[in-house]
């Protein structure tokens, strides 16, 4: 469905003042939020314009439309209802606009679980934002293994799970609901974000008709935990007894502040 080129890993930045996020070292779980749990006020809540299109198009969508929702009517039943709706001005008119926008909000909040990645590791912003201020961990994904594990996912559960690279975007893409593609509109409005977000270098596990829901990850798509550069003892310690207990090669990392400028340096933990 979609091809991209992936980094060799991607990685989810955790902390540990959360069972969910301390799951993903104990079970390799992963989880799926719905978009309306986002920090970010516009992800995933990009618009849909209904009143852009020629009358030809409107008619031909609006048909679709009734014959789904309203099916074995005769043409002039669903003429009559197009020329109403075109009509009207349900189309232009402003608290419609802002009514069948919030539609879509909640469409996309139900439709989809979300759970993003990022393709950097080194980024202090990510660590301070995600790891509560450095003081948790990070989990590398193997993305060859994980491409793999998605495919077989969604074949097996007719489901939508793969990674997909967010773009970003100074303003908002104009979706139209008639010219536009199901999949041009997912793209919009899943995988676009305002430009200031690019630091994060996201890449998104999108899965379908699942939010706030969990997958199990086979072993051998964690390769590597990092921890934050202002971890405690106590939780750098109980890393490395949940790692001892696994029969999985994963290599463990120390973040570390550099003392000549703004830079993070990486540490080999040999556990």
Request: charged letters at 25%; glycine letters at 2%; aromatic letters at 14%.
């Amino acid at each position: 469905m979609f091809n991209i080129d992936l980094p060799r890993y991607l990685y989810k930045f955790r902390n540990f003042d959360s069972i969910r996020h301390l799951n993903i070292l104990l079970l390799n779980e992963i989880y799926f939020a719905s978009s309306k749990d986002f920090n970010d006020p516009f992800d995933c809540k990009i618009p849909v314009h209904y009143h852009l299109g020629s009358e030809d198009e409107m008619a031909q969508y609006w048909r679709k439309v009734l014959i789904d929702n309203v099916p074995n009517k005769d043409d002039k039943f669903y003429d009559e209802e197009i020329k109403k709706i075109i009509n009207s001005g349900t189309l232009i008119e402003p608290k419609a606009i802002e009514h069948r926008r919030q539609l879509v909000q909640e469409s996309i909040a139900k439709a989809f679980g979300i759970f993003s990645t990022s393709a950097t590791i080194s980024d202090i912003l990510l660590w301070s934002h995600y790891s509560l201020a450095h003081t948790g961990f990070a989990v590398g994904f193997d993305t060859k293994a994980l491409s793999i594990f998605c495919k077989k996912y969604m074949m097996l559960n007719n489901k939508l799970i793969y990674p997909l690279k967010v773009e970003y975007s100074k303003s908002y893409p104009n979706v139209n609901a008639y010219s536009h593609s199901n999949r041009e509109r997912f793209h919009f409005q899943v995988l676009t974000k305002a430009l200031d977000w690019r630091y994060e270098q996201e890449y998104r596990i999108v899965l379908q008709n699942s939010p706030n829901s969990s997958v199990i990850l086979p072993e051998g798509i964690i390769k590597r935990i990092v921890l934050g550069s202002q971890v405690s003892i106590e939780n750098r310690t109980t890393v490395i007894e949940i790692l001892k207990q696994k029969n999985e090669n994963i290599t463990l990392f120390q973040s570390k502040c550099s003392r000549n400028d703004f830079r993070l340096q990486f540490e080999k933990i040999f556990y």
